[in-house]
């Protein structure tokens, strides 16, 4: 009995010992938790443009993740990423830069592995798998792959030499607007320089900038170059989604780029195939038998109520990007009442007319 009494003293000391610990851990899991729950709660921000490559696939991780954010339009083709507000934002000039709490954040990558670090619920979505697992690794592979794709070449290039494309969405116009633009552009810099000197070294270095990456976009031998180099990329994609199919041969299952889960890759890869499809160069990567693998990829992943909600269908994505934009022009250069009236009158309906001829492009190709 002695004995009995001693072990259970000795194990009522083991307790009180052990249970500031046992508090301590209770109360970081409690100071944990309100911190996620304050994180979320603070209001999540996204300037962006809605035919930037890199904006669509920032905006498409945080539909996947079914996260609140508002997001505001930096226009382009207006120029609004080069005014001094949005400088002072980013001073590389350049969308998508998301604002939550005091972060700013200004590079696409780092937005997007932000936002899964500090998005952890678990009615969240995760689109990273769990660091040091096969799939993590797998994820990040393809991740960097795909990421370091010169997409902004291939649109630049795709505009400014339209004959390497087909079935492109490109309006006509854009060659000839783009390198009016061009030019535009790097007086308008430079003006703007002389204009804000606290912002002078940003715009100089946006306009060198500028200047060297358009010089490659219109060489055609780079621009060869760096297609020949896509082939290569597509393939190892194929080959990827082909394991996926030989790992899951029931019927019915139907795995992504990775695995059986939708991840930070297959927003990357989702996002790539979207914009060659409105370039015109998918027919040169997948289809009539060609990467078979990739085209039913493609398929599927443009019926993600996701990826609708976000780049919708291919024919209406242009028609997004003009409207805005006409109804800005006419607010920012049109005086009088009756002139703005008659100039958002005729934009809307060019957009209008234009909207129809896609359609109809899209059902004679479809």
């Not at 060198?208 to 020949?228: C, E, V």
């Amino acid at each position: 009995m002695a004995e009995e009494n001693s072990s259970e003293s000795q194990d009522e000391k083991e307790s009180l010992l052990n249970e500031p610990a046992v508090l301590d851990v209770q109360q970081h899991d409690t100071g944990a938790a309100a911190e996620r729950a304050k994180r979320n709660e603070s209001k999540l921000t996204l300037y962006h443009w809605t035919q930037s490559f890199n904006s669509q696939k920032v905006r498409l991780a945080i539909a996947e993740k079914g996260l609140c954010c508002e997001e505001y339009d930096v226009s382009l083709p207006l120029s609004e990423h080069n005014e001094p507000w949005f400088m002072r934002l980013n001073p590389a000039g350049e969308v998508p830069v998301l604002v939550h709490d005091d972060n700013v954040i200004c590079d696409p990558t780092q937005i997007m592995d932000y936002l899964e670090q500090n998005f952890k619920e678990e009615c969240t979505p995760k689109l990273i798998p769990e660091e040091g697992s096969m799939y993590y690794h797998r994820v990040q592979h393809y991740r960097e792959l795909l990421d370091s794709l010169q997409m902004d070449a291939y649109t630049h290039g795709c505009i400014l030499h339209p004959e390497i494309t087909v079935d492109s969405y490109i309006p006509a116009y854009a060659t000839t607007r783009i390198r009016t633009q061009i030019g535009n552009t790097e007086s308008e810099l430079k003006k703007l320089a002389e204009e804000n000197p606290e912002l002078k070294d940003a715009y100089i270095a946006k306009q060198r900038r500028l200047k060297s990456k358009l010089f490659d976009h219109d060489n055609m031998k780079y621009l060869k170059k760096l297609l020949d180099e896509l082939e290569s990329v597509m393939d190892q994609v194929e080959t990827e989604l082909q394991r996926r199919v030989e790992e899951t041969p029931e019927e019915g299952s139907q795995p992504w780029l990775c695995g059986e889960f939708f991840s930070m890759a297959d927003v990357s890869l989702a996002v790539t195939l979207h914009r060659l499809k409105f370039l015109g160069l998918s027919r040169r990567y997948w289809g009539n038998g060609n990467r078979v693998n990739l085209e039913t990829y493609y398929e599927r992943v443009v019926d993600r109520p996701a990826f609708r909600r976000v780049l919708g269908h291919v024919n209406n994505i242009l028609i997004s990007a003009v409207l805005p934009v006409a109804f800005r022009v006419a607010r920012k250069n049109t005086p009088a009442i009756v002139g703005t009236t008659l100039l958002i009158g005729i934009l809307g309906g060019a957009s209008y007319l234009a909207f129809l001829y896609m359609k109809k492009r899209l059902t004679v190709t479809s």
